[in-house]
């Protein structure tokens, strides 16, 4: 497994970990009431089980797997993909914090997060072919 992978991983279960966490204290204070304010933590909670988690998982599995057809190395331009990692992370957590008052944080979060996702796309897409057709 790719070294990037291999991070991606380990950052989407950090992620998890912390969402489910969040996630977990929201459900007690559902069930027993302790703390109003914890609803705060809602989006928090959500940007880092879906895109923290799933979608992160996703692009690094998708790294891993999926094959380079040219005849240059098997896992492609790696800069490109750590850059994407980079901002992808830098966004998933600007987000999450901006999610506890500042629209300017969250806003910040979402180009990263697009810009991450569109660097992985460009890296990816060259890859994905019919079968049969290499």
């Known amino acids: 497994m790719p070294r990037l992978s291999v991070w991606m991983i380990r950052a989407a279960l950090l992620d998890f970990g912390v969402g489910v966490t969040l996630g977990a204290l929201l459900l007690w ?25 799933i979608l992160q998982l996703a692009l690094g599995v998708a790294f891993w797997i999926l094959p380079r057809f040219t005849g240059a190395a098997r896992f492609g331009s790696v800069r490109w993909a750590w850059i994407g990692f980079g901002l992808l992370q830098a966004g998933i957590v600007a987000v999450a914090l901006g999610s506890l008052g500042s629209d300017t944080l969250i806003a910040l979060g979402r180009l990263f997060e697009v810009g991450g996702s569109a660097a992985f796309a460009a890296l990816l897409y060259p890859r994905i072919k019919p079968f049969g057709s290499a």
């Open 29 to 53: 204070n559902k069930g027993l009431p302790f703390a109003g304010a914890i609803w705060r933590l809602l989006p928090m909670h959500l940007e880092l089980v879906l895109f923290g988690w």
